[in-house]
């Protein structure tokens, strides 16, 4: 458990450089805020999900990439992390106290952005506790005995987990008060639906029954839409 908060606080605090070295000041409420949710939902979510997939979470602990990964697949994670969870904090500093290129979202909409962001963190702790096999890496997993999610989230969509990213990166660009950064997000957005596709092509020739899960389950993020 000590591994996984450590990785919490780490990435917290990766947020928090890119917010206030963009910003040039520590005196943003917003983006305390923001990251005083982050640290709240992934905290208590992640004791949800460690009290029954300990082992999830201990090798979602370590590096994001593996050395097991293909090439493309660790550029994918790598480039999603930079554009989207480091990208637009980063974007939406600069523009909050340095470019100004829109006005800021008014407060009802910035307010939608942070529930967003909250419901996009608690959806993943939600995907995590209904898949045992959720792991960073494209790859089976036959040690472990690996089949289909099908429970909880993963009855409406196949990715919930990454179904929860544009509520996260809209929202946070949203409540720190830069349409700019919450457009942005369209760049992480687009990488993460290449990877989910290649994601699918494995899982649907190598792991059993998820050919037939896919046809029970047509929509990939959106119920409805896609």
Same mark, same amino acid.
């Given at each position: 458990?000590?591994?996984v908060?450590?990785r919490?606080?780490?990435?917290?605090?990766?947020?928090?450089?890119?917010?206030?070295?963009?910003?040039?000041?520590v005196?943003?409420?917003?983006?305390w805020m $923001? #990251? +005083?949710?982050?640290? /709240?939902? %992934?905290?208590?979510?992640t004791? &949800?999900v460690? =009290? !029954?997939?300990?082992?999830?979470l201990r090798?979602?602990?370590?590096?994001p990439?593996?050395?097991?990964?293909?090439?493309?697949?660790?550029?994918?994670?790598?480039?999603?992390?930079?554009?989207?969870?480091?990208?637009?904090? $980063? #974007? +939406?500093?600069l523009? /909050?106290? %340095?470019?100004?290129?829109?006005? &800021?979202?008014? =407060? !009802?909409?910035?307010?939608?952005?942070?529930?967003?962001?909250?419901l996009?963190?608690?959806?993943?702790?939600?995907?995590?506790?209904?898949n045992?096999?959720?792991?960073?890496?494209?790859?089976?997993?036959?040690?472990r005995?690996?089949?289909?999610a099908d429970?909880?989230p993963?009855?409406?969509?196949?990715?919930?987990?990454?179904?929860?990213?544009?509520?996260i990166?809209?929202?946070?660009?949203l409540?720190?008060?830069?349409?700019?950064?919450?457009?942005?997000?369209?760049?992480?957005?687009?990488?993460?639906?290449?990877?989910?596709?290649?994601?699918?092509?494995?899982?649907?020739?190598e792991?059993?029954?998820?050919?037939?899960?896919?046809?029970?389950?047509?929509?990939?993020?959106?119920?409805?839409?896609?």
């Open positions: 458990m000590f591994r908060i450590a919490l606080t780490f990435d917290a605090a990766v947020v928090a450089a890119a917010l206030f070295v963009a910003a040039g000041t005196a943003w409420p917003r983006a $923001l #990251l +005083a949710v982050l640290c /709240v939902v %992934r905290l208590g979510g004791w &949800a460690y =009290r !029954v997939h300990p082992d999830v090798e979602r602990a370590s590096l990439v593996h050395s097991e990964q293909s090439a493309r697949d660790r550029a994918l994670v790598l480039g999603v992390l930079a554009s989207g969870f480091v990208g637009v904090p $980063l #974007l +939406a500093g523009d /909050v106290w %340095r470019w100004h290129l829109t006005e &800021a979202p008014a =407060r !009802v909409i910035a307010v939608f952005g942070l529930v967003a962001f909250a996009g963190w608690a959806l993943k702790n939600v995907a995590l506790r209904a045992a096999f959720a792991v960073t890496e494209v790859r089976l997993q036959p040690e005995g690996q089949t289909v429970v909880g993963y009855q409406f969509v196949r990715h919930p987990f990454y179904a929860a990213d544009p509520l990166l809209i929202g946070s660009g409540w720190l008060g830069s349409y700019v950064a919450a457009a942005a997000a369209i760049i992480p957005l687009i990488l993460i639906v290449l990877r989910l596709t290649r994601e699918e092509q494995v899982l649907r020739r792991l059993p029954g998820y050919a037939a899960y896919m046809t029970r389950v047509r929509f990939r993020l959106v119920p409805g839409l896609w």
